[in-house]
């Protein structure tokens, strides 16, 4: 796996969902394990986010959350991960997965997943990730992700995204697929 030693998965914490979510979320957590590749994350245990590291571990793989010191007051903590790392503040903490991670996979998800994908895909446009361009890919088998991109491509032909930094965010229906386009 070319230079791809960790991916910051960025997902929805909702419960109650549906559970095909649920189920893309295990396989990407139990892909990225057997490929050696660590899982960052948001370090809690609800939603997508619990069940992508809960299924890396339980592949054996290497999970890292990075979480707020005050969200573990609201019973969100994450237990049984490789390593839970506490941080300041939720500004913190997304420069932290920024910094741990090779690259960056957005499952489906709400505000907070929208605002990550967003947010290390312009640090990206900005040289902010150090020495390498880090990609963002939206991960859905669904066309979940399908208006987002059609909003980048207007974006771009208005001239509102340089065309040349439209690709940082690139899209994937499978999870071989993202990873592919992660390691390229
Ligand atoms: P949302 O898509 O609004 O459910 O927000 C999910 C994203 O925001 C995740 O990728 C997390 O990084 C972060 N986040 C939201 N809620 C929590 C939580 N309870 N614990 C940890 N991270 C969270």
């Given at each position: 796996?070319?230079?791809?030693?960790?991916?910051?998965?960025?997902?929805?914490?909702?419960?109650?969902?549906?559970?095909?979510?649920?189920?893309?979320?295990?396989?990407?957590g139990?892909?990225?394990a057997?490929?050696?590749?660590?899982?960052?994350?948001?370090?809690?245990?609800?939603g997508?986010?619990?069940?992508?590291a809960?299924?890396?571990?339980?592949?054996?793989?290497?999970?890292?959350?990075?979480?707020?010191?005050?969200?573990?007051?609201?019973?969100?903590?994450?237990d049984?991960?490789?390593?839970l790392?506490?941080?300041?503040?939720?500004?913190?903490?997304?420069?932290?997965?920024?910094?741990?991670?090779?690259?960056?996979?957005g499952?489906?998800?709400?505000?907070?997943t929208?605002?990550?994908?967003?947010?290390?895909?312009?640090?990206?446009?900005?040289g902010l990730?150090?020495?390498?361009?880090?990609?963002?890919v939206?991960?859905?088998?669904?066309?979940?992700?399908?208006?987002?991109?059609?909003?980048l491509?207007?974006?771009?032909?208005?001239?509102?995204?340089?065309?040349?930094?439209?690709g940082?965010?690139?899209?994937?229906?499978?999870?071989?697929e993202?990873?592919?386009?992660?390691?390229?």
């Open positions: 796996m070319s230079g791809l030693n960790s991916v910051a998965v960025f997902c929805g914490s909702s419960n109650g969902i549906d559970d095909s979510y649920v189920q893309l979320a295990r396989a990407l139990d892909k990225l057997r490929d050696g590749i660590t899982v960052v994350y948001g370090g809690g245990n609800s997508l986010m619990g069940a992508v809960d299924a890396a571990m339980q592949a054996g793989g290497e999970v890292i959350g990075v979480i707020p010191g005050g969200l573990f007051g609201n019973g969100i903590s994450a049984g991960v490789t390593r790392e506490e941080v300041d503040d939720m500004h913190a903490r997304k420069a932290r997965m920024y910094e741990l991670a090779d690259g960056f996979i499952l489906p998800g709400g505000l907070g929208l605002e990550e994908v967003f947010e290390a895909a312009t640090w990206s446009q900005l990730h150090g020495d390498k361009t880090k990609q963002v939206l991960l859905a088998n669904d066309g979940f992700w399908d208006p987002i991109h059609q909003l491509d207007t974006a771009t032909d208005a001239g509102f995204v340089r065309t040349s930094t439209r940082i965010v690139s899209a994937a229906s499978t999870i071989d993202a990873i592919e386009q992660l390691s390229g």
